[in-house]
């Protein structure tokens, strides 16, 4: 049996009401060379095991592959499970409730193809709530430099988007399924990723990102931003050349994320500040032509203003100078916050 140049991993949980229209937007797809494996990770409240079933029995198509977990995994087990099973050089994503526009495996091989020393490549997605437009985008950068100064402090990459050769995942591994470090998967996965290979997003956006809607009320401390700050704490260290991050490079992650719960406030504002420059300056040497000029000053303006607001929380009342004349924060932002 010949193998197909690319696998989509769909993972299902609770999606029967979404997931025949992923389905059809890979199936539907320019580029034919293809499987899509499609995970049901053992659903306990829908019907999605019978959906994924009713689909290949009536859509007859031999690239359609089902596996039915008896046992749920969580997204980066089921995720892990699919490329297991996958025959393709390339492994792409594809989300239960998002939708894939027709060219896009068909672009994303051809640059991959055409870029061998690439190993992680997005899009850029329209961004939707359910079905209705939104005139929103997700416009994260395009270009390797760009984007790991970026993956300092966040993820820039649509996860539903992805396209990653499969040799990259024999070099760095799989999806993590250690607790304390996922979600966020995909970012602790791209990150891994980054350190030994260039990556790219497409400029065109190639997938429809469907919002759901959810509570975003919460009390207490917010465990997916702590594993956020841990990942970004490690790619700082890592830009800086340290074996591990310090405490500097857990403030700034922190900060960088608008998680003054996780900043202690302990590390002085130039201490921060030569992180990221010194960063910059590492990816931009590797990456010859490469300007991070302009992030650069965006990043430290983000963070001497989060670094004003943490820092007013613990501020002494009745002080002779307010909080942002004592503070070491540039002029034009000062006049920008008000001081």
Request: charged share 25%; net charge negative; aromatic share 6%.
């Amino acid at each position: 049996m010949t193998s197909p140049a690319v696998s989509v991993i769909l993972s299902v949980y609770n999606g029967a009401e979404d997931v025949p229209t992923a389905v059809a937007s890979i199936l539907n797809q320019s580029y034919a060379d293809l499987e899509l494996i499609v995970i049901d990770d053992a659903s306990p409240s829908d019907n999605s095991a019978a959906v994924i079933r009713s689909l290949q029995e009536e859509l007859g198509d031999p690239r359609l592959r089902i596996e039915l977990l008896q046992e749920n995994r969580g997204l980066a087990g089921a995720l892990n499970h699919g490329i297991g099973l996958a025959r393709g050089k390339y492994i792409a994503r594809q989300d239960q409730d998002d939708v894939s526009l027709p060219e896009r495996l068909a672009k994303q091989v051809g640059y991959l193809e055409a870029h061998s020393d690439c190993g992680l490549l997005g899009t850029r997605a329209e961004i939707r709530i359910a079905d209705a437009p939104t005139g929103r985008r997700h416009m994260h950068p395009l270009a390797d430099a760009e984007l790991k100064f970026a993956m300092l402090f966040n993820n820039p990459f649509v996860h539903s988007s992805v396209m990653v050769p499969r040799q990259v995942f024999d070099v760095v591994g799989l999806y993590t399924t250690d607790r304390n470090r996922q979600p966020p998967e995909d970012y602790e996965l791209w990150s891994r990723v980054a350190r030994r290979f260039r990556v790219a997003n497409l400029e065109e956006s190639l997938l429809i990102y469907r919002e759901v809607p959810k509570s975003m009320s919460r009390v207490g401390p917010n465990p997916f931003l702590k594993k956020l700050v841990t990942i970004g704490a490690e790619n700082l260290a890592f830009a800086n050349g340290m074996p591990k991050p310090d405490i500097a490079c857990r403030e700034t992650a922190a900060l960088m994320n608008a998680g003054y719960d996780e900043a202690s406030g302990s590390v002085e504002l130039p201490a921060m500040e030569r992180l990221i420059t010194t960063a910059a300056t590492a990816i931009e040497a590797a990456s010859p032509g490469a300007d991070l000029s302009g992030p650069l000053r965006e990043a430290l303006a983000n963070l001497a203003h989060h670094y004003a607001i943490r820092h007013s929380r613990s501020a002494p009342e009745g002080a002779g100078q307010s909080l942002l004349e004592r503070l070491p924060i540039p002029r034009a932002l000062r006049r920008r916050l008000g001081g």
